[in-house]
């Protein structure tokens, strides 16, 4: 591993324009993330609350700051007014949640829709088949806006084993983006962490999720 601001310039230099990188902070202080920033990183995706909360406050503007982790309804309201898109969505309730919160605040809250493309019982996410039913509720919301999907595909050792699951739910995208759902926005396709973004890029992301690769092992311990 070189240095955040080498790896960041060598992750960039891989990856086609139109395909936005999301640096997943994963507890490293806010000297190492702004020092993401500096290299070129435009959005950090943050997992806990907790840590989000310290690296926000000093370097808030800096970047757009994406929650990436399991969404527990007890700390949505603390969320929705940190972050500018809650990539986890997973249920009606939990969106009605956010629209409640985000319409108390004025807000308009972009969220994306978590499949759960392994189709595993214990996993987070919806099932593929029940994303278009879930859509046409939640682009009813009023403040919440649903800008895409995002997945995380099984826990594999060779990332080529993720390829069917991306390209799966890039077909699911493409039909959504086809079809059309009112009030709902098919603009984001976050697939892909440090050991797949390549893959993921090759089976249509547009966005992809960087921790490890950026920032080394995770920081501090939950």
């Given amino acids: 591993m070189g240095t955040i601001s080498d790896n960041v310039r060598e992750v960039l230099a891989q990856i086609p324009g139109h395909v936005d990188v999301v640096a997943i902070g994963k507890g490293h202080p ?5 020092e993401a920033i500096d290299a070129g990183i435009r ?6 609350l907790q840590e989000a909360r310290l690296v926000i406050t000093e370097l808030g503007g800096s970047a757009r700051w994406h929650f990436t982790g399991h969404v527990q309804k007890n700390k949505v309201k603390l969320i929705v007014p940190l972050f500018d898109l809650i990539q986890t969505v997973d249920s009606l309730p939990l969106a009605e949640m956010i ?4 319409g ?13 493309s392994g189709e ?3 996993k987070s996410g919806v099932m593929p088949g029940e994303v278009h039913a879930l859509l046409e509720k939640v682009g009813a919301l009023g403040n919440v806006r649903v800008q895409g999907l995002m997945t995380m595909g099984p826990f594999l050792e060779d990332p080529e084993g993720l390829r069917p699951y991306f390209r799966n739910t890039r077909a699911l995208f493409d039909e959504l983006v086809k079809t059309g759902v009112p009030g ?3 603009k984001h396709l976050s697939m892909g962490m440090s050991d797949s973004y390549l893959v993921a890029i090759e089976e249509g992301a547009t966005m992809v999720r960087i921790g490890t ?9 939950h």
């Fill in 184 to 186: 709902v926005e098919m």
């Fill in 30 to 34: 806010p000297g190492e993330i702004r």
């Fill in 120 to 122: 595993e019982p214990q």
């Fill in 104 to 116: 108390r605040l004025g807000k308009i809250m972009p969220v994306l829709i978590e499949v759960n």
């Fill in 43 to 48: 959005c950090i995706g943050e997992n806990y």
């Fill in 213 to 221: 690769r950026i920032f080394g092992p995770r920081a501090s311990s």
């Fill in 99 to 102: 629209d409640g919160h985000a």
